[in-house]
């Protein structure tokens, strides 16, 4: 009974590289999303998606891309990093109904 | 733009006080509001609120919503230091309307309680 699990836990990278952030959920549910948190910010919106094959911009989406080509995983991709990516990661699943929001345990990544 | 407003941003109290923490809101299109509790990784959920008036409540904690006047609060009674964290609230919409999707969190509200 996993619920969502993010990979990785931690990273460092280097200004300008790239990497990708895996979401992975096994609840079957329709809705995914990718957050950051910085301190004193609360949870910012990066993309969502609404379905298989579908994604959408949040609030924040500048250096981020997604993909959600199979529904269980949601992908988070930082093309070229840079230290104002330095955060806290989160991705949170829901099945769409009247329902809590179900988050993974976040990966904490440090650009420098 | 719609928004959710937590205060106070951070409270600092000892063991035994009871603590209100409040949550405002102007969004459209309102389905639900939820309470989230975040101690060193992910939220945990705490209540969720749909219909003015009536209490939730878990244990020493309690919830309730205000429809008309747009608020929430969450009740703490005879806090521990087990309750230091940070509480997140959040409306869900029932649109996924433009960059906010469709689950607006306020900036929560850091609660320290000292021994």
């Known amino acids: 009974n996993a619920g969502v699990t993010q990979t990785p836990k931690f990273r460092v990278l280097k200004t300008g590289q790239s990497m990708t952030l895996l979401c992975a959920q096994d609840m079957n549910h329709e809705y995914m999303y990718w957050y950051r948190q910085d301190p004193g910010m609360g949870l910012r919106l990066i993309h969502y998606s609404v379905g298989e094959g579908t994604t959408a911009k949040g609030e924040v989406p500048d250096g981020y891309n997604v993909s959600r080509l199979k529904k269980q995983n949601f992908l988070l991709g930082l093309e070229s990093a840079a230290p104002s990516q330095t955060s806290v990661y989160f991705c949170?699943?829901?099945?769409?109904?009247?329902?809590?929001?179900?988050f993974g345990s976040g990966t904490r990544l440090t650009v420098v | 733009e719609d928004k959710v407003v937590q205060s106070p941003l951070s409270l600092v109290v000892h063991e035994g006080d009871t603590v209100t923490l409040n949550c405002s809101y102007e969004?459209?299109?309102?389905?639900?509001l939820l309470w989230y509790k975040q101690e060193k990784k992910a939220p945990t959920f705490l209540f969720m609120l749909t219909s003015s008036g009536i209490e939730k409540k878990s244990g020493r904690l309690s919830s309730i919503l205000d429809k008309k006047e747009l608020f929430s609060i969450l009740n703490i009674t005879a806090t521990q230091t087990g309750d230091s964290a940070i509480y997140l609230c959040?409306?869900?919409?029932?649109?996924?309307?433009?960059?906010?999707?469709?689950?607006?969190f306020g900036k929560g509200t850091k609660l320290s309680v000292k021994p």
């Open positions: 949170a699943s829901s099945n769409g109904q009247l329902y809590g929001y179900t």
């Open positions: 959040a409306v869900e919409k029932k649109d996924y309307g433009g960059s906010q999707g469709n689950l607006i």
């Open positions: 969004v459209t299109n309102f389905r639900s």
